[in-house]
């Protein structure tokens, strides 16, 4: 890939982007690059009204009422207790999965547990969880919680980032009851190859649990294809349903009915409304459900979920890949020798839609950027990350982004005090 030499040539390719048109659809704070959908994705602009119906008519009207799928007499009904299934089913398509495998519930943390407790319950006779020591943080919790509360019978196998196939390989032992993995890492933006290690760990008896918190919305995705068995992620991230929003869970359909939630609550019995003392799980997805579906979050996220309908997936990762080379290149050429060490994957096929620096200043460096309008975030302990989301980021963004960049390293802003306090959430 050639990189574009000038402001004029980014212009140029997003004259000719066939996914600028989807932009639009989003509302951008004026004066900000934002190269952070990977952590908290942008408002869709259909989102606000959207919600005041839900809020004024929905709720405010309707009532108790909007539960129930609309009534052709009072006009009332919303279809509210369909929703977890519903939206899961207008995400399925984005994860390549054929319909009733999808539900949207809980947060991502939440599903996790659920589906490694069932994928556990499939395999009882084995010991291990195979992932990687550089996982996402909560998913080495859950299931260190897990393993306790399952008696510490189970271990964690933990193999170092960048571990190869034949290493999994040589992981996955008769013992290995699961392999859970982030098919995208959160801090350098390295893609795991998803079929392939799900033949791994097939072939060795085991099943996987995908964590596409990375993932989805960001790249095309064959979950059915590449032999996934259960698989989570968030829905705030390049989803675009707004913070906290609820995640996504899916179950292949030849486990649905073979294992049970652990969090055995009333929305994943048979007939909630059955009000029956003893559970009895619904035979199919309906069984991952387990409380009152949170509405808002629900009618938000299908709002984020519809700005993805006529995206052609492929012509979005051709986009993402494009953005994120322009980013390398540029900050190699214009910033050799400023200490940016390329924390991601240099092979574009490696690479989920993010590009990640380590560099010792790192967290002033991000902090004097987002002064400047450019909105990227900071990993402990030394990284810089940026996410391209080529639903609205322009190549003129990247070249713009890159050129504060070179601006506060120029100017040795980044040293000033305001610069050095760390908050909360980085
Ligand atoms: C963002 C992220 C999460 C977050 O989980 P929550 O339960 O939504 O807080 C989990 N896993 C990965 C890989 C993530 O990147």
Redesign the pocket.
Known sequence: MTIPSSREACLALDAADPLAGFRARFHLPAGQIYLDGNSLGVLPLATPERLARVIREEWGEGLIRSWNSPSPESGLGAGWVDAPLRVGERLAPLLGAAPGQVAVAD????NLYKLLAMALQLRPERRVIVSEAD??P??LYIAQGLIAQLGGRHELRLLPAGASLADYRAALDDQAAVLML?QVS?RSGALHDMRALSAAAHAAGALTLW?L??SAGALPLALDADGADFAVG?GY?YLNGGPGAP?FLYIARRWQGQATSPLSGWFGHAQPFAFEPDYRPAPDIAQALCGTPPILGLSALEVGIEQFEGVDMAQLRAKSLALSELCIGLVESRLAGQGFVLASPREAARRGSQVCWQHPQAWPICQALIARGVVGDFRAPDILRFGFTPLYLRHVDVWDAVEQLAQVMASDEWRQARFQARGKVT
Request: proline fraction near 0%.
């Open positions: 947060s991502t943390s939440v996982n996402f909560t998913d982030s959160y964590d918190a990375h968030c991230k995640a």
